[in-house]
């Protein structure tokens, strides 16, 4: 996604099961979201009408100029976005956000610390969860909260250990992908710093989590090699086999993955079963 702000589009169609969907994104509604200090939220059409732009096709393509003029919030990278298959709530990382509350963004759009981005200089990230008004993604407003704020408690007391559901068993930066599995789990991969010192320290490489929507309760559930990203999650049609990707290991010369000694790393497609052959997602 990787835009300054959250955008959505409502299709004029409607998804059939089984049938043509090909179209659906070819004409219906761009809106922009504003959130609210107080959990509120709503979202904004960006139009003709409300950004003041000439037609549609300029707001298409000049899209986070058009959420500008209609004051949408400013977010710290966003980047996958997932809905829960169990309920009517969605999920979206914000990665991290060096200028947050330091300099406006490259538009020269303000970047409050505040609401979903509660902190200056965002070096760790946060996951933002949303709820629409009356369990129907259509609504034009919603409440949210963030699921976890990502940090190191072993480093700070502050804002920056990170929210109550991260720990030093569980503690990460940067997350990027999410994936909802089949049972309502949500999967967490990281794509931030593995220097493993200072402000990181004790976090190592970039990994895989697992979280439980409803606790809170994140775990961590593997870590990849040397100076990679975790990504690319998806499942086999049985949802026995999970893959991931192991993107660029070894970027600055520090990793043999996947196949050790001198070898030069490679980015790797990984599948991941159960010892018992059983379902995993």
């Not at 970047?111 to 008004?133: A, D, H, L, M, S």
């Not at 909260?145 to 502050?158: K, S």
Request: proline letters at 6%; hydrophobic letters at 35%; charged letters at 20%.
């Amino acid at each position: 996604m990787n835009l300054t702000n959250a955008t959505c589009t409502l299709s004029d169609g409607v998804y059939a099961e089984g049938g043509d969907n090909a179209d659906l994104l070819e004409s219906g509604t761009l809106s922009v979201a504003r959130f609210v200090d107080d959990g509120s939220g709503a979202w904004v059409a960006l139009t003709p009408e409300t950004t003041g732009m000439v037609s549609q096709a300029e707001i298409s393509i000049h899209t986070r100029q058009a959420a500008s003029a209609v004051g949408a919030t400013t977010m710290d990278r966003p980047e996958w976005v997932a809905a829960n298959p169990s309920k009517a709530e969605a999920y979206c990382c914000l990665t991290n956000n060096k200028n947050r509350g330091v300099k406006p963004n490259a538009g020269g759009d303000l970047t409050p610390v505040g609401g979903p981005n509660p902190r200056e200089k965002n070096k760790y990230g946060q996951i933002v969860r949303w709820v629409p008004e009356g369990g129907d993604h259509a609504a034009d407003t919603f409440a949210w909260d963030l699921y976890v704020i990502a940090g190191n408690p072993t480093v700070h007391a502050d804002a920056r250990a990170g929210s109550a559901n991260v720990n030093a068993d569980n503690m990460f930066n940067s997350p990027d992908g999410i994936a909802f599995d089949s049972q309502g789990r949500l999967w967490i991969q990281t794509d931030g710093k593995y220097s493993n010192e200072g402000d990181f320290a004790g976090q190592g490489n970039n990994m895989m989590l697992l979280g439980d929507p409803a606790t809170g309760e994140i775990r961590r559930f593997l870590v990849g090699p040397r100076e990679c990203e975790v990504t690319g999650i998806t499942w086999s049609a049985d949802r026995k086999t999970m893959f991931i990707g192991i993107q660029h290991p070894g970027e600055k010369g520090d990793s043999h993955f996947p196949e050790g000694g001198d070898a030069a790393p490679r980015s790797s497609v990984v599948a991941i079963t159960h010892d018992d052959g059983g379902p995993i997602g």
